[in-house]
């Protein structure tokens, strides 16, 4: 139905009858000629009707917004002074010889030409959404990432493979989507939460190296980087330590930012042990575009007489720490008290402060609450340790480390952000040596960091029964301006090692065998060593496009409440459904639900 794209349209034409297909983006009457923007996938063209074109001029006057068009005729320059340099074709338009309307539209719901457009709209007309040249560009971004993934991977010997998405439901740490079974009465089917142990079994299965960009679920509460059903990039091989993986993966991502973006990422990557990244900047994901770090004070706070400090360091997992911020002696009260606020989102008490004013006049120098609580020798040695100067403020944190990890590090990034602190545009760091375990306070036992079936370091497998804690693992992941865009382990190959985990997880033998019963049975037949990662698509694009959150990237995505608003799914079904399936509903369940 047409000879060109939109783009496809330029100097080189002038003179030749071109047949275009698109959407009316704006028709504008000037005088008795009608100038209508034609929209396809590609860009924008000019479409001119003149009244000695009857036909032509009459659908053009009849022509509104958002109209599905077919326009035919001879492409000429525009008049010198009204070329369009912002266009690739914007020196150029199209005399209409014959204007066919394929399709009308109502009214759309909002201008598709503007930026600032509530999301509620945006998600419930979709497909009105996508029209806009910004959504169309993230989608083609997508696209050359999993097209440049494929070919990088299939390049080195990955093999793509599916993976079952009805599976069983196992715990991976994340509440998993289930299916009712209708041929079996009281039994369900899990949604993956990822092809974790079907990946392993292919290991064993002899592929060698296997890659699939798949779905993955996970019934969880939801943010901005967060979605119910998510994309990632999952890499298995067999045969392989740390190194390999991190060298497969490692080129495939700096090559990929070089692809699509030409930017040229180090070479190598710099890597931070888990424990060195929270000493330094509380989280695990430490955006390093961020000069801002934390400084270390428990141990000068356990002799103070300051009360919440000393008792936070004498704590058997407390820690006290400071914030330098240079310059942040300017902050308001007011700005003080919103961090305040903000670092309270992560279990903190409070805030303190310390403005530094000058340094020469000891004491004196110095403007906070908790001064006079402090030593001099004390305060001198704050100073030293965080290289504070005049004009800085310094934040303090005391409490359980976690508390002060999660409020000083996510202070951190909101500091530098507010004060436009970042410096440089991409900075990727491995992050390296995770703890197997962490300590669930509220059910009183431990759980897995990133999933049971991860190995060990070696030094530790033996005392992962006695010393669960400080049990180290052969993890890494990949972090990209503070935000974890892939991670990944070596994986357990041996059944006894397995079971060790488990042990130490509280999943006993009988637990063990209900659950993972199929993978354990696997470990007994010549499984290999090996090990892999997976990469979060729709976060990775989302990094590359420059998108606020994930459902700038996706397609279809749906709201925080795990709602579609486009099809108000989740929805009710059908008495005779239910039936089938042996679900009765409790009275008043789904009774009164608002849409999502």
């Known amino acids: 139905m047409r000879t060109h794209y939109c783009n496809g349209i330029h100097e080189g034409l002038i003179g030749q009858t071109v047949i275009l297909c698109g959407w009316a983006q704006r028709r504008r009457d000037h005088g008795g000629v009608i100038f209508i923007d034609l929209r396809d996938r590609e860009g924008l063209v000019q479409i001119v009707a003149d009244p000695d074109q009857v036909d032509a001029f009459a659908a053009a006057n009849e022509c509104r917004n958002e109209f599905v068009l077919q326009v035919e005729g001879v492409l000429r320059a525009r008049p010198a002074g009204t070329e369009n340099p912002h266009m690739p074709s914007g020196k150029v338009e199209l005399a209409a010889a014959r204007i066919r309307i394929l399709n009308r539209s109502e009214p759309v719901p909002f201008p598709l030409d503007e930026e600032d457009i509530a999301e509620n709209l945006r998600l419930k007309y979709r497909y009105l959404d996508l ?9 083609r971004l997508r696209h050359q990432v999993t097209r440049f993934v494929r070919g990088y991977l299939d390049n080195a010997g990955f093999i793509d493979v599916e993976t079952p998405v009805l599976t069983r439901s196992t715990p991976e740490g994340a509440r998993d989507y289930l299916v009712p079974s209708r041929t079996q009465p009281g039994h369900f089917f899990a949604l993956p939460q990822s092809p974790q142990l079907f990946k392993q079994l ?24 967060r979605q119910p059903e998510f994309t990632q990039i999952d890499i298995e091989a067999s045969f392989v330590d740390e190194e390999a993986v991190m060298g497969t993966a490692e ?4 090559g990929l930012f070089a692809e699509v973006l030409g930017v040229q990422l180090p070479d190598p990557f710099p890597r931070m042990t888990y424990r060195d990244a929270m000493h330094r900047f509380g989280v695990d994901r430490p955006d390093l575009r961020n000069p801002l770090e934390l400084t270390e004070l428990t141990d000068l706070m356990r002799a103070v007489d300051f009360k919440v400090f000393r008792e936070a360091a004498e704590r058997p997992h407390g820690r006290v720490a400071c914030l330098r911020v240079p310059g942040g002696a300017q902050l308001s009260r007011a700005q003080i008290d919103a961090y305040t606020q903000f670092t309270a989102i992560y279990g903190a008490r409070g805030l303190a ?23 001099e020798a004390v305060l001198s040695e704050i100073l030293r340790r965080s290289g504070a100067a005049a004009g800085d403020i310094l934040f303090f944190g005391a409490d359980t480390a976690k508390i002060v ?8 990034n909101r500091v530098a952000a507010d004060l436009g602190l970042l410096e440089g545009e991409w900075c ?10 962490d300590y669930d306070d509220k059910e009183n036992r431990w759980t897995s960091t990133h999933h049971p079936f991860t190995a060990p370091q070696t030094e530790h497998l033996e005392t992962l029964g006695q010393d669960p804690g400080n049990a180290l693992a052969r993890a890494y992941d990949l972090v990209l301006n503070g935000n974890e865009i892939g991670g990944g382990s070596i994986r357990i190959h041996q059944e006894a090692v397995q ?3 488990f042990a130490a997880l509280g999943i006993g033998a009988e637990e063990a065998r209900d659950k993972f019963g199929f993978l354990l049975d696997a470990l007994r037949y010549g499984a290999p060593p090996h090990g892999g990662l997976a990469f979060g ?31 108000e799914a989740p929805g009710t079904v059908a008495d005779k459904q239910l039936q089938e399936l042996g679900i009765r509903l409790r009275p008043g369940v789904g009774v009164g639900i608002p849409n999502p």
């Not at 990890?405 to 951190?412: P, Y």
């Open 131 to 139: 029209r806009r040249p910004e959504m169309l560009h993230r989608l």
């Open 202 to 225: 292919l290991m064993v299965a002899g592929l060698d190296r296997y890659y699939q960009i798949t779905k993955c679920f996970r019934d969880e509460d939801l943010r901005a980087d």
């Open 251 to 254: 080129p495939m991502i700096r």
């Open 353 to 375: 402060w310390i403005k530094v004013n000058a340094l020469d006049r000891g004491n004196e120098g110095l403007q906070s609450p908790i001064v006079k609580f402090l030593p």
């Open 405 to 412: 990890n999660e409020a000083l590090g996510n202070l951190r």
């Open 428 to 437: 990727p760091v491995w992050i390296t040596d995770f703890p197997m375990f």
């Open 499 to 501: 079971e060790k985990v």
């Open 537 to 567: 698509l729709d976060r990775l694009v989302m990094l590359l496009c420059g998108a606020e959150t994930i459902r700038d990237v996706i397609a279809f995505p749906k709201t925080q409440k795990a709602g579609c608003l486009l099809t």
